[in-house]
C-alpha cells in the first residue's frame, strides 16, 4: 500500500491507453492502492468518456486524477501526455505503456500501413512515453516503467507478425532502459499477458475460445484483474530491487 497520508508522499502514476480493457483496469487498481492517476485515451473523441472514468477514481478511491487524450505514437504527444501528469502532480513515480492496437493479417496479405500503425503504436509509442519519463523520473531518482508486452511477442502468432514485432520489441526496449536508468533507482519491467478477456479476444468465436482454453493449463481465459494485481506489484517499493524482468502472466500456456 502506497502512503497517502500527505501530497508529498503519495505516489502517482500515468497509465497510456487507459479508457478501457487492461489499461482501465490497471488505473482502477493502482487507484485503489492509493496512486494519484493520469488516465489517458488516444483522441479527443474518448475525452469525454475518459473524464467521466477520472472522476469516478477520484471519487471512488480519495485520489487525485485527471484525462488526458493523446496519441502516443506522436513524440509532442506522448512528452506533452507526461508533462501535463506531472504538472497536476508534483511528480511521476510510475508509468504503464499498455496503449496497443492490432492489425492482424497474414504477412503475405499483410499492407505496409498495417505494420506501420501498429509499430508506432505499440512500440514507438512506449519509447516516447518512456524517453519522456526517464527524464522526469532520473531526476527525482525514483521511478517504475511498466511495458505492456505479449506472450505473442515471445513466441510469435500466426496472422500477427506486426504485433509479434512491436512486442517483442518492447522486451529489448524494457531490458535497454533497465540497465540505463538502474543507478537512478528507476526500474524497468515487462508484463506479458496471455490471453485475456478483453474487446480483443471478444473477436474470437466461441469455437476458438474453447480451443484456446484446452490449451492453457489453468483452463480460462485471464481476467484483466489478473494483469493488473501485477502491475501494482511491480510498481510498489517492494518490487525496487526487481528490473529488467519479463513477468508472464499467461496461466501456463508458455510451458
Do not use: W
Not at 479508457?19 to 482501465?24: E, K, L, V
Not at 471519487?59 to 487524450?69: E, K, L, Q, T, W
Not at 527524464?135 to 521511478?143: C, D, E, I, L, T
Amino acid at each position: 500500500m502506497v502512503d497517502t497520508e500527505t501530497t508529498e508522499t503519495r505516489r502517482s502514476a500515468l497509465v497510456t491507453g487507459s479508457a478501457r480493457g487492461i489499461g482501465r483496469e490497471v488505473a482502477v487498481q493502482l487507484a485503489r492502492a492509493g496512486y494519484d492517476v493520469c488516465v489517458n485515451c488516444s483522441s479527443d473523441k474518448g475525452l469525454a468518456d475518459a473524464t467521466a472514468f477520472s472522476d469516478s477514481l477520484a471519487a471512488d478511491y480519495g485520489v487525485r486524477s485527471i484525462a488526458v487524450a493523446a496519441n502516443v505514437a506522436l513524440a509532442d504527444e506522448a512528452r506533452e501526455l507526461v508533462e501535463r501528469a506531472c504538472e497536476a502532480f508534483g511528480r511521476l513515480d510510475v508509468v504503464v505503456n499498455n496503449a496497443g492496437i492490432t492489425r492482424d493479417k497474414l504477412v503475405a496479405r499483410m499492407k505496409e500501413e498495417d505494420f506501420d500503425a501498429v509499430i508506432d503504436v505499440n512500440l514507438k509509442g512506449t519509447f516516447n512515453c518512456c524517453k519522456a519519463a526517464a527524464k522526469v523520473m532520473a531526476k527525482q531518482r525514483y521511478g517504475r516503467l511498466i511495458q505492456m508486452s505479449s506472450v505473442v511477442g515471445l513466441h510469435g502468432n500466426a496472422g500477427q507478425a506486426n504485433y509479434a514485432a512491436s512486442k517483442a520489441g518492447v522486451v529489448g526496449l524494457t531490458l535497454s532502459l533497465a540497465k540505463e536508468l538502474a543507478s537512478r533507482n528507476v526500474t524497468a519491467n515487462a508484463i506479458a499477458p496471455g490471453f485475456i478477456e478483453t474487446d480483443m479476444t471478444d473477436a474470437l468465436s466461441d469455437a476458438q475460445k474453447e480451443a484456446i482454453a484446452k490449451e492453457i493449463p489453468v483452463g480460462r481465459f485471464g481476467h484483466v484483474s489478473d494483469i493488473a494485481r501485477a502491475v501494482v506489484f511491480l510498481a510498489s517499493e517492494e518490487a525496487g530491487y526487481i528490473t529488467g524482468q519479463v513477468l508472464t502472466v499467461d496461466g501456463g500456456l508458455s510451458l
